[in-house]
């Protein structure tokens, strides 16, 4: 998988080097923007404010139907006239009004905290998957890229590749489809590691033949692989309905 960075910014640390053995969620890289600082500091002030100005409408609004409350119960006396009853109601409807609009500023303060801090989060990038660094083009210092600018791969942080997942794409003669079925069982053996042959499992069959090779391309699980086993090294398969073992199948 390659890692892009989410926001642009200049490459403080890496803390990973090619070969390493990295967990999910782990830290990869971690990336400084100052600006992204200040947005966020600026978010949480507006944030406090909001929240000042939201308390002090409900105040007003607690002190408003007080206000109604004890001119309603002087009405009823006959001590204050219904026009003041009807004017504190007006009061106390206006209070209601500012708090709901406070409340909705408020929420909207709230909402930039969050994006303003999400963004700060995401300068500290971690892998998003377990496995080994296959690609390191991320250098110290470097300015990189946001990942919807990042379009080509050397403009990426790095690459993970889960080797756990690795499989083997081997193109096999179309003649030989009728014998092929997922779940048949076979052998392999990689170049890199000759006296190490493991098992393999065919996982799937390509709907499509290749015009041109006249081949089906299979798509082989690897069972229990050697220590070591990385992407792009050659195999030679064999599976036992396969007459002739198939050269030149590659790994990815």
Known sequence: MTVFSKYEGEIASIDVHIGDL??????????????????????????????????GKIL?????????????????????????????????????????????????????????????????????????????????????LARVDSIKENESLLTITDTKSVVIDADVAETNIGELRPGLRGEAVLDGFPDKPFAIEIQQLWPVASAEKGTITLRLALLNPPGGTMPNMAARIRISTIPAQQPGDTPR
């Open 22 to 55: 990295v967990e999910a969620g782990q830290v990869i890289v971690r990336i400084d923007d100052v600006s992204a600082d200040f947005s966020l500091e600026q978010a949480k002030a507006d944030s406090d404010a909001a929240k000042l100005v939201l308390e």
């Open 60 to 144: 007003a609004l607690k002190q408003a139907d007080s206000s109604l409350q004890r001119n309603a119960a002087l009405s009823a006396k006959s001590a204050v006239s219904i026009q003041t009853v009807e004017e504190a109601q007006t009061a106390r409807d206006t209070a209601s009004n500012a708090v709901d609009q406070a409340r909705q500023s408020y929420a909207r303060a709230q909402l930039g905290v969050k994006i303003a801090q999400e963004h700060v989060d995401a300068l500290t990038v971690r892998a998003p998957i377990s496995g080994t660094v296959t690609r390191l083009d991320a250098h110290i210092g470097g300015r990189v």
